[in-house]
């Protein structure tokens, strides 16, 4: 925790050494595997490659569907998939993603979100 905010998670620098893409779109889920389908298609329909953009999907223990199987379909090896051990609600899956990314930028993208078709060029 933050000493000086006690009730702010603080967020580690990315470790020295660690290979960095210019930006990391961090994709949190709960039960929105559905969703997931589209929110993949329309970030992999402009990937440009590991070196510029990690994507990991970060899912809150979803219980009624499987955003792993998604990931797996549409990514191809592409999209990392983390799980959550156990439920702990959507602020904490949001800083679980700013933790786990490794990007310069970061875009946090929800589950049930699209990005426009010319967003990573503009960016």
Request: charged fraction near 25%; charge should be negative.
């Amino acid at each position: 925790m933050n000493e000086q905010h006690p009730y702010r998670a603080t967020i580690p620098p990315v470790p020295e050494g660690t290979p960095r893409p210019l930006w990391s779109v961090m994709i949190p889920t709960y039960n929105c595997a559905n969703y997931l389908r589209e929110t993949l298609a329309s970030v992999l329909a402009q990937d440009p490659g590991y070196d510029v953009m990690q994507i990991e999907v970060v899912d809150d223990h979803s219980t009624k569907d499987d955003p792993a199987a998604v990931v797996e379909e549409l990514g191809h090896g592409r999209v990392s998939f983390y799980r959550q051990p156990e439920n702990v609600g959507h602020i904490r899956n949001f800083e679980t993603c700013l933790q786990r990314s490794r990007g310069h930028l970061i875009h946090l993208l929800h589950g049930d979100d699209c990005v426009r078709e010319d967003f990573s060029r503009k960016l």
